[in-house]
Each structure stands twice: as structure tokens, then as C-alpha cells.
């Protein structure tokens, strides 16, 4: 059992390891981020740039005793395969979304940590979306009454960033993120319908957009869209219940957006929208604004470390991970077969 900071190493520099891992890794508490593995001379000099002194590798075998676990930011073709070669180094794995190109590869790594002794779980980091986290505690408050209804819209123009073959495509990437939150919203899911977009890129066919239905066993209706090549973007989310119903407005991607305008983990207002912002809750007795929730991405790291240490449960497990890939698989044979598919019942 590790005691004192779990060092981490990141694996693959891409946007996703310098803007969606690095800084939170660095913020988290209990956490410390050891090495990166980068093999371009481009990537290594960026990473001298933005981490000074952090030791560059070029293997995972590189990071053993260096580091206690790695998080995989490689493209989705390529993560199978160093998620298991990192399990056998003997290295907890967090492994970026998607966790798997299919439900039956999502378990085979599931099994090999189980086997290993070894903590693996998906990078379902938006479960600390403020936006989310604001939607989820009205609902844990009770102020909505009993769910009936989810819906989350998610669009962004990044065309480029679009991934073909086994693993890619918006459903894959953005809709990894959609599916478990309404997962772990509104629980289990019984039946999808989908469509999809189409979509060609450089390394095959893929999606461009999606619009998914997902029916819970609890009776909750989720209804889920996203896309990356429409110019109109923004974030939306709403929950409607017996007793009254919310709606984000003119939300926004908080983290990224705040990210991307230079700001860093712990600048004042971090982890909140801005007021001007925030949602409302409509109920018999008018319209009143909801204060956004503060919350961040190093939290999952938090509560990793946690897990590896054995104080906490992991923020997001590998079967749950198994279920939205479940869930992603149906939506493909929906949207091929232009059919509902049951995965319960």
C-alpha cells in the first residue's frame, strides 16, 4: 500500500495530458506528478516548457520506482495495450475516456487489474462539472421532487479533433462523458435509441454528432445530444421532477473555458460559473436563480490517491466504466438498425 503522495506519471503529452490531466494532477492534493512519458522531441520540449525539472521518459518500464501510477492519454487505438502492459508493471492505471472500444475489451481490462491486485478507473471526470454538480445537488436536496426527465446537450466546433476507427467519434468522446453522468444520475439503464451523425476522417469511418434515449430502470427518461461541427456551441443541462424543474440557460464548459483563458486550479472563482451564468429553478412559485456549485477535476485525483491508499472507494469503478461502454455499444446497434435495444429486461 502506498503511503504519503501517490506519484503519478502521465502517458501521451497531447491536449489531453498537458490541459485536461497535468494541471489537475498538480493541484490535487495528496498527489504528485512525477514523470511524463512523451516520445516526439516536440512533445518532450513541451513538456521541459511547462513542467520544469519533471523527468521525461520515453517507456512505461521507465516509470517503474518512479512512479506509483500512470493515467493513459493516448489515443483510443492505442490505450488497450498500455493499460495492460501498465497493469503487469505493476502500476495503478486511470485510464481516459473512452475506456474501451467495446463492452468485451472493457472487461478484459477490468479482470487484468482485479488479477494484478491493481486499481483501474475511467477518467469520467465530468462527474465534477459544476454544472453537473449544481444539477445533482438539487436533486440530493430534494428540491425537484422525484426525477422524471434528464436532458444534456454538449456542442463544440472541433472537427479536427474528431477521432476515426475502433474507439472514435463523438459518441465515443463526448458522449462517454453524457452517458455516465446520467448513469450515475438516474441509475441503471434499460433501453437506448440513438442516431448518429457520419463522419470521415483520415483513420476510417466515425460520428460526428449524436442524439441518444435512454430509459433507466428507475423510469427516468435521459435525453442526450452532442456534436463537433456545429458553429452555434454551448452546454446545456436540465432536470424536471414532480415538484419543479431546472434549466442551465446560458451555461458554459466552466473548467476548459477557464483553462483555456490561462486560469489555473485555486485562482479566486475557480470551479464556478459566473452569476451572470448560473441556472434556475422553476416551481409553483416562480422562477428563482441556483447558485452554481464549486468543483473541479482534481478531485477525482484526490479521491484516487485516497482509493490507492485504501482510505476512500475510487471516484468512478471499472464496471461502471463497463456499463456506459454497454451503453455506447447499444447506441451503435441503434443507430445501424434503426431499432430500440434493450439491455435489461
Same mark, same amino acid.
Given at each position: ?49 511547462d ?8 517507456t512505461?518500464? +521507465? ?8 493515467? @493513459? ?11 495492460? &502492459? ?9 485510464? +481516459? ?7 468485451? @475489451? ?17 477518467y ?26 434528464? &436532458? ?6 472541433e ?19 453524457? @452517458? +455516465? ?69 446560458r ?15 485555486? +485562482? ?5 460559473e ?17 447558485p ?5 477535476? &482534481? ?12 482510505t ?9 466504466? @463497463? ?10 446497434r441503434?443507430? &445501424? ?9
Amino acid at each position: 500500500m502506498v503511503e504519503g503522495d501517490v506519484r503519478f506519471g502521465v502517458v501521451g503529452y497531447g491536449a489531453g495530458g498537458r490541459f485536461f490531466h497535468s494541471p489537475f494532477l498538480q493541484a490535487a492534493e495528496g498527489v504528485s506528478l512525477s514523470a511524463v512519458l512523451a516520445r516526439s522531441a516536440e512533445k518532450q520540449a513541451l513538456v521541459r516548457q511547462d513542467l520544469p525539472g519533471t523527468p521525461v521518459v520515453d517507456t512505461l518500464a +521507465d516509470l517503474v520506482g518512479v512512479v506509483d501510477a500512470v493515467v @493513459i492519454t493516448t489515443p483510443p487505438a492505442t490505450r488497450r495495450a498500455l493499460v495492460l &502492459e501498465a497493469l503487469s508493471l505493476g502500476l495503478h492505471v486511470v485510464a +481516459d475516456k473512452p475506456f474501451a472500444p467495446d463492452a468485451d @475489451i472493457a472487461r478484459e481490462l477490468r479482470d487484468a487489474a482485479n488479477d494484478a491486485g491493481l486499481l483501474l478507473t475511467p477518467y469520467h471526470n465530468r462527474r465534477w462539472d459544476p454544472d453537473f454538480r449544481t444539477v445533482q445537488g438539487l436533486l440530493a436536496a430534494g428540491q425537484v421532487g422525484e426525477p422524471v426527465e434528464f &436532458e444534456s446537450r454538449f456542442d463544440l466546433y472541433e472537427p479536427w479533433t474528431i477521432e476515426g476507427g475502433p474507439g472514435g467519434g463523438v459518441l465515443s468522446d463526448l458522449g462517454s462523458h453524457l @452517458i +455516465d453522468q446520467a448513469f450515475h444520475l438516474c441509475g441503471p439503464v434499460e433501453r437506448v435509441r440513438a442516431e448518429l451523425q457520419p463522419f470521415d476522417t483520415d483513420r476510417g469511418p466515425s460520428d460526428a454528432a449524436f442524439v441518444m434515449s435512454l430509459t433507466h430502470t428507475s423510469g427516468v427518461i435521459s435525453r442526450l445530444r452532442a456534436g463537433k461541427v456545429g458553429r452555434a456551441t454551448g452546454r446545456e443541462l436540465r432536470l424536471s421532477g414532480t415538484e419543479a424543474g431546472y434549466r442551465s440557460l446560458r451555461g458554459t464548459d466552466v473548467l476548459p473555458t477557464a483553462l483555456f483563458a490561462g486560469g489555473r486550479p485555486g +485562482d479566486d472563482g475557480w470551479g464556478a460559473e459566473v452569476p451572470e451564468r448560473w441556472g434556475e429553478l422553476v416551481t409553483a412559485d416562480g422562477v428563482a436563480p441556483v447558485p452554481s456549485a464549486t468543483s473541479s477535476w &482534481e478531485q477525482y485525483y484526490e479521491q484516487f490517491a485516497r482509493a490507492v491508499r485504501g482510505t476512500d472507494v475510487p471516484p468512478v469503478t471499472a464496471d461502471e466504466a @463497463i456499463e456506459v461502454v454497454r451503453i455506447i455499444d447499444a447506441a451503435r446497434r441503434s443507430a &445501424e438498425q434503426d431499432e430500440v435495444v434493450l439491455l435489461r429486461g
